[in-house]
């Protein structure tokens, strides 16, 4: 009697090789054009976030980052929901800033933004956050934004 080979075993040797597992090459781009980026902690998912940004928005999303870099040395970075997140090494392990792409805008998010002065322009319908939409050719005051990263990362952070 012939010995038989079940179908399943030859086409899971058909397969390709495993995947890499980690940052997309080529993330997929959701609605409004905000990056899907797997949720991950450190510089390299919020890099390929910003790599990831269509258009004008990459550019921005560069200097934004910069100047939270340059503004709080030693910063913690993660995406989370598909946003870039920025927090300090805190006993609560929280977040004082999230960036998130629109299809017109960014927005940044400041989550304890009502405690900052002056206010961030943008009204939230949670309590304490504010933000900065960021269109495109808009002036960006990096002196204002900057003030505005170090106060809130002074503040107690968001848990998420």
């Given at each position: ?8 075993s030859a086409k ?14 080529n993330p997929k ?82 989550f304890r933004g ?47």
């Open positions: 009697m012939a010995k038989r080979t079940s179908k399943k899971v040797a058909k397969k390709s090789p495993a995947k890499r597992v980690g940052v997309a090459a781009l959701l609605s409004g054009g905000n990056p899907q980026i797997a949720k991950a902690y450190g510089d390299a998912p919020v890099q390929a976030y910003i790599a990831a940004m269509p258009g004008w928005k990459r550019d921005v999303g560069r200097r934004l980052d910069a100047l939270i870099v340059r503004t709080v040395p030693g910063v913690r970075k993660a995406v989370k929901w598909n946003s870039p997140l920025y927090g300090v090494e805190d006993p609560e392990g929280g977040w004082f800033l999230g960036i998130h792409c629109f299809a017109k805008y960014i927005k940044v998010a400041f009502t405690s900052l002065h002056p206010v961030p322009p943008g009204a939230s319908k949670q309590k304490e956050v504010r933000y900065l939409d960021i269109h495109e050719n808009d002036p960006l005051d990096e002196t204002q934004f900057a003030a505005w990263v170090k106060q809130a990362s002074q503040l107690p952070g968001e848990r998420m």
